[in-house]
C-alpha cells in the first residue's frame, strides 16, 4: 500500500432502514470502516443484498449514514450540504456503473467531456485532455461515435474515461464488467487497473466476482453488515 494520506477514509458507518409496512427495521450496515489510498484499489465482494451499494451511496455522499462518517480527500461529507456534495462529486469523485449510463445523444468525445463542461471547463482547455484519454482508451478512431455505434467494451471504455478524466480524488465503480463477457471484462479490467494507478487514483470496487477483485491491493467481504478481509469462508 502506498504511504500516503488516505484518499478515503470511512468511519463505523450504520445504515439502518424501516421494514416495508413500517414494521421492524432491517440493519443493513453495522459499524463499518475503511480507508483507500492513491493507487490502491480496494475491492467490496458481498453476495446480492448485502449492502454493498448502500456502502458505495454512502462513500459518495449521495446518502448519509445513520451513524459515522466519511471523508473525501480530507473533506469530511457531513459537514457539506446538498450544493456544497455535489460539487465535491463532480470534482472529486468519478464513477462507474454496470450498465455504462452513457448519454445516446452525445457523441464519444462529447461523452468523455461532459464531467469537465459541468465543473465549467472551457471546450478549448477540455479537447486536449480528452483526446490524449481516447488515444490511451484505444478509442481516438471513434471519438465521433455515438454509444449505439459501439461495441459493449467500448461503452465501458468510455464509462473509465469519464470517470477519470477530470482527475477526481477518488473512483467508485458498481459491478464494472458485469454486462460484459469473460474476455471483453478482463481486457477492460486490465485498462481500468493500469489508468486509475497511473494516475494515483484510489478505486473502489463493489463486485460478487472474486475474478473481477482479483485486481485489488485489498479484498473486503461485506456480510451481515460488517466487513472482514478474509472471504474464503463465505458459502454463496
Same mark, same amino acid.
Given at each position: ?28 450496515? +453495522?459499524? %463499518? ?28 455522499? &449521495? ?18 450540504? +446538498? ?9 472529486? %469523485? ?65 464509462? &473509465?474515461?469519464?470517470?477519470? &478524466? ?71
Amino acid at each position: 500500500m502506498p504511504h500516503t494520506d488516505a484518499l478515503l477514509r470511512a468511519h463505523d458507518l450504520h445504515r439502518h432502514y424501516r421494514e416495508a409496512g413500517g414494521h421492524g427495521e432491517r440493519r443493513v450496515l +453495522e459499524g %463499518v470502516g475503511l480507508s483507500a489510498h492513491a493507487g490502491e484499489c480496494v475491492a467490496l465482494l458481498g453476495r446480492s443484498g448485502s449492502g454493498k451499494s448502500t456502502l458505495l451511496n454512502l462513500l459518495a455522499g &449521495i446518502d448519509r449514514p445513520d451513524h459515522g462518517w466519511v471523508e473525501i480527500d480530507g473533506t469530511r461529507l457531513s459537514t457539506l450540504g +446538498e450544493p456544497a456534495l455535489t460539487r465535491l462529486r463532480r470534482r472529486r %469523485v468519478g464513477f462507474i456503473y454496470q450498465s455504462f449510463n452513457l448519454i445516446d445523444e452525445l457523441t464519444v468525445a462529447e461523452n468523455l467531456a461532459l464531467p469537465l463542461a459541468l465543473d465549467g471547463v472551457r471546450a478549448r482547455e477540455a479537447q486536449p485532455r480528452c483526446s490524449a484519454l481516447l488515444e490511451r482508451l484505444g478509442l481516438d478512431a471513434r471519438a465521433e461515435a455515438f454509444p449505439d455505434q459501439l461495441s459493449g467494451g467500448e461503452q465501458q471504455r468510455v464509462a &473509465i474515461g469519464r470517470a477519470l &478524466i477530470h482527475a477526481p480524488a477518488l473512483v467508485l465503480a458498481d459491478e464494472p464488467t458485469g454486462n460484459l463477457d469473460a474476455d471483453t471484462g478482463a481486457r477492460v479490467l486490465e485498462l481500468l487497473a493500469a489508468l486509475f494507478r497511473e494516475q494515483g487514483r484510489a478505486l473502489v470496487l463493489v463486485t460478487h466476482s472474486r475474478a473481477v477483485a482479483a485486481i485489488a491491493d485489498r479484498v473486503l467481504t461485506l456480510e451481515r453488515g460488517r466487513l472482514r478481509a478474509d472471504d474464503t469462508a463465505l458459502s454463496w
